[in-house]
């Protein structure tokens, strides 16, 4: 599956219709409706175990929900995966080379480029490590490369979960400024976090999950001045009960 | 003592019938592991990978076929290419084709089975990432064998050290014919019948050193990749 350089940007309205994931008689996710038509980075926080990895992973289809309906600008999610990039919190990257890793998701355009790759390595600091077995980097280092792999087909949608969960401040504004400098570019990104500093720097809007459904979803300067739901409020203060 | 002195003679005077023997044998070996491996591999990585009714029975099967006695190989072999056998007409028995065939019976199971779990291991890690970048098919399977190729040569290593040391299924679909069947396991186990132990010794210190060499190759392998974390 390749992806084409100049794809139509038709990621948005992103919306979800009663999304239901039920094991066993516990409901995971318990009808999340929501809507996000604006461009821009959308933070999805909520307490552990809320649901948030689900709902990224019935986004990005790697999972089947067992009720509800998504789209993404009238496409269904299998439709549009080949315009969706994910990274998730554990790097998983194959046993070869930091170029070689790139190259393997290079799209077509972009392998016959050998330049490309080496400024996609260039822009996650990675440009000097490029001919090292990529495992042998450092969880940071192997995470600005998830990114720079991720961003290779350059992705109407852009989801991250918890992607920089385990990195040192310096390693995490460097990906949030890549983020950020990929939402410039158009492309609509939606990021799971706990950290709420980093919600608070990335976020346009922000949408609180909790016990698998959305409790909030609110611009990201109204949600850290005045949350409007008591969970919401409990969360950001610390004090949440599971 | 002094058959060992005479058998060390053997093998250092390079021997005419010893290295008869011991290219014969590597060369049935070696050629049945190629074939194996062309079998065994796609399919234990077909098997990790590929989800079907039915997969987990197969997978299964290939374990215990694993542990197949080699003279029971042998047996169905022997039937197979026997003149009243539904191959007979090919006129192999007491061949090395023979014996070749019977030791890709014997190995492509466990190429197969060994390389199902080395696969199943990285499918379990890759799997979400592999589809998030929309490879699949023929490509996953091939990433997955590049990926995966450490852990594969030692699974391949392993099924020569098992074709090369074994006796029951060859001598029964070779014949242990001089000059032409003979391979080391079986002219070691004549050899001792016989009484005539210096080459029989001579031989057993070779497939020792050969089965040395194998398990050395594997333990380099397996530390090579460790040190740039590829295992
Ligand atoms: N495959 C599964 N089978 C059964 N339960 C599951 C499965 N995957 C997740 N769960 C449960 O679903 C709930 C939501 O999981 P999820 O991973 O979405 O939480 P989360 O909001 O991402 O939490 P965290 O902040 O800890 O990452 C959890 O209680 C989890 O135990
Ligand atoms: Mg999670």
């Given at each position: 599956m390749q992806r084409s350089a100049n794809m139509p940007r038709s990621i948005l309205p992103l919306s979800i219709c009663d999304l239901r994931l039920i094991k066993g008689d516990r409901a995971l996710l318990g009808g999340v409706n929501l809507m996000i038509d604006h461009p821009g980075i959308t933070v999805i926080m909520g307490p552990n175990g809320a649901g948030k990895s689900l709902?990224?992973?019935?986004?990005?289809?790697?999972i089947k929900p067992d009720f509800g309906r998504i789209t993404l600008g009238h496409q269904s999610v299998a439709d549009s995966s080949d315009q969706q990039a994910m990274v998730f919190q554990q790097p998983v990257l194959l046993r070869r080379t930091v170029l070689q890793n790139l190259a393997f998701a290079a799209p077509k355009t972009a392998k016959t480029d050998p330049q490309c790759l080496m400024r996609a390595l260039e822009s996650v600091n990675l440009a000097d490590r490029a001919h090292q077995p990529a495992r042998m980097l450092s969880g940071g280092e192997q995470q600005r490369l998830s990114l720079a792999?991720?961003?290779l087909s350059r992705p109407a949608l852009?989801?991250?979960?918890?992607?920089?969960?385990?990195?040192?401040?310096?390693?995490?504004?460097l990906i949030e400024s890549l983020v950020k400098a990929q939402s410039a570019q158009g492309t609509k990104v939606i990021l799971v976090s706990h950290d709420q500093g980093q919600a608070r720097r990335m976020a346009d809007e922000v949408v609180f999950i909790s016990n698998g459904q959305v409790a909030e979803q609110s611009p990201a300067e109204q949600f850290f001045t005045a949350p409007q739901t008591p969970v919401a409020q409990a969360y950001l203060a610390g004090e949440i009960s599971f | 003592m002094d058959s060992l002195v005479e058998a060390f003679r053997l093998i250092i005077s390079l021997?005419?019938?010893?290295?008869e023997i011991l290219w014969l044998s590597i060369k049935v070996s070696l050629v049945a592991l190629i074939i194996a491996a062309f079998i065994g591999l796609p399919l234990g990585t077909y098997l990790a990978i590929t989800k079907f009714p039915g997969r987990k029975f197969c997978i299964l099967l290939l374990n215990a076929l694993m542990g197949m006695p080699p003279v029971v190989v042998g047996l169905m072999v022997y039937l197979l290419l026997s003149r009243s056998g539904p191959l007979g007409w090919l006129g192999l028995l007491y061949t090395p084709t023979a014996m070749i065939i019977a030791q890709v019976v014997?190995?492509?199971?466990i190429i197969a089975a060994l390389s199902n779990q080395v696969i199943e291991h990285l499918h379990q890690e890759y799997s979400d990432t592999f589809?998030?970048?929309g490879v699949t098919g023929r490509r996953a399977v091939a990433a997955y064998l590049v990926d995966a190729r450490y852990a594969l040569t030692t699974c391949i290593l392993a099924g020569f050290g098992r074709a090369i040391a074994e006796v029951g299924a060859v001598i029964i679909v070779g014949g242990n014919i001089d000059h032409l069947t003979r391979v080391m396991t079986t002219a070691i186990a004549l050899e001792t019948s016989k009484g005539n132990l210096t080459l029989a010794l001579a031989l057993g210190a070779v497939l020792l050193a050969l089965s040395l060499l194998v398990n050395a190759l594997v333990i380099g392998v397996r530390e090579y990749a460790a040190k740039r974390q590829y295992a």
């Open positions: 709902l990224l992973r019935c986004l990005h289809g790697l792999r991720a961003l852009l989801l991250l979960d918890e992607a920089t969960a385990s990195l040192d401040p310096a390693s995490v504004l | 021997d005419a019938d010893l290295f014997l190995i492509t199971p589809y998030s970048m």
